[in-house]
Nanobody
Framework: VQLQASGGGLVQAGGSRRLSCAASGPPFSNYTMGWFRQGPGKEREFVAAISWSGGNTYFADSVKGRFTVSRDKAKNTVYLQMSSLRPEDTAVYYC?????????????????WGQGTLVTVSS
C-alpha cells in the first residue's frame, strides 16, 4: 500500500484548503482511511477518518463542523476539505490506512502512512 498526500501550502486564517491522498495497492473496500496532523512541538493527533466502503465519517472535536472527509472510489483518493482555518490548524498533515472497516482514532492502529504535507495558516 502506498499513500501520497498532497495539497498543503500557505493559507490565511478563515480560508480553505483541500488535501488529497492518492492510494495504491490492494482493494481498499475493508479499509478505514484516516487523516492525522502534527503541529510544531506537538504529538500526532487524529483529525478525521472515513470507512472506504460505507463512507462513515468521524472527526476530532477540534475540526468538527469545519472539516469534511470524502473518498472517490474511482480515483482511489481520499480528500480532506478544510474550511474556516485557524492558525492552530498549522501542522503537517498525514493520511493513513487501517486494514479494517472499524473507524479508529488511534495512530498505532493504522498500518500504512503517507508522507506528510504541510499546511500553514497565517493570522
Amino acid at each position: 500500500v502506498q499513500l501520497q498526500a498532497s495539497g498543503g501550502g500557505l493559507v490565511q486564517a478563515g480560508g480553505s484548503r483541500r488535501l488529497s491522498c492518492a492510494a495504491s495497492g490492494p482493494p481498499f473496500s475493508n479499509y478505514t482511511m484516516g487523516w492525522f496532523r502534527q503541529g510544531p512541538g506537538k504529538e500526532r493527533e487524529f483529525v478525521a477518518a472515513i470507512s472506504w466502503s460505507g463512507g462513515n465519517t468521524y472527526f476530532a472535536d477540534s475540526v468538527k463542523g469545519r472539516f469534511t472527509v470524502s473518498r472517490d472510489k474511482a480515483k482511489n483518493t481520499v480528500y480532506l476539505q478544510m474550511s474556516s482555518l485557524r492558525p492552530e490548524d498549522t501542522a503537517v498533515y498525514y493520511c493513513a490506512a487501517h486494514r479494517y472497516s472499524v473507524v479508529t482514532t488511534t495512530p498505532r492502529d493504522y498500518d500504512y502512512w503517507g508522507q506528510g504535507t504541510l499546511v500553514t495558516v497565517s493570522s
